[in-house]
């Protein structure tokens, strides 16, 4: 990734995550929710630990650390995936996209609570910027659902997934912390996730039957290889060149992509109050992201969340 420009990185990163949210849709017909994000990360966490043993990165850790790996990858890719897939058979997958902004405020809170992390004022006033434009979003759908119960599971199974990476993300933050090597860690999060989702497609009694359809597969890949594997390697390298705030300001532009594709792909019309509020959510995410130079070091060289 040392060879992309910086603009490359960040165009990958929008570009990919920008249409994942839609790519998502075409694997909800053939096979159950679960069993698609069992199979997603099995492919992506495979593919990442076979890039970093060829780069000669340790790959033996002891139960402790594979139990703190677990709580990452259970989190970050496992359960609050199959939120996401499932929120994506009830509403426009640009809205839950729109919806998933608000997880840096519940992540930024929670690590101040938990870690000590110092934020600041326009982080927060930011993020509850954003907040009251998600909510605006979803909140006629939940007190008056205009199609059935549709727009309140949507936005029940979106809550649900934010609040359940935001988790995930909690003890990424803390595994690196620790100073576990972010691609191992990464792998095998992914690989753990894939093992949580099944557990969960047992528990629930799902049948398993692969797919024959060649859009399934075709989305399969691009969701493991290019979502999974080459947009987090491409913003990692990001985020190491110009910090957590500027390369945060890919989650600003990926819910306008996001939006847009459901415009052109998925017959989705917004109305006023829905694109009040998805301004209001990408002005409280640019507010929260845009770095200040006051912000003070933490612990391990990150700096404090805005």
Known sequence: MSRFKTWQLFAICVLVWGTTWHVITYQLADLAPELSVALRFVLAGASILAFAAWRGEPLRFGLATHAALALQGSFLYGVSYVCVYHAERYVASGLVAVGYSASPLLAGLAASILFGVAIGARFVAGGVLGLAGVALIFWPEIVRPADGDRGALGALFTV???LLSSVGSLTASR???????????????MLYGAAAAAVVALALGRGFALPRTPGWWLSLAWLAFAGSALAFACFLTLQDRLGPGPAGTVGVMTPLLALGVSLLFEGFRPDLRTALGAALA?????MMLRPSAAAPPLRGG????E
């Open 302 to 305: 990150v700096r404090a969340a």
């Open 160 to 162: 649900a997934s934010v």
């Open 175 to 189: 595994n690196r912390g620790i100073g576990l090597p972010l691609l191992p860690a990464m792998g095998f999060g």
């Open 282 to 286: 990408v002005a409280g995410n640019a």
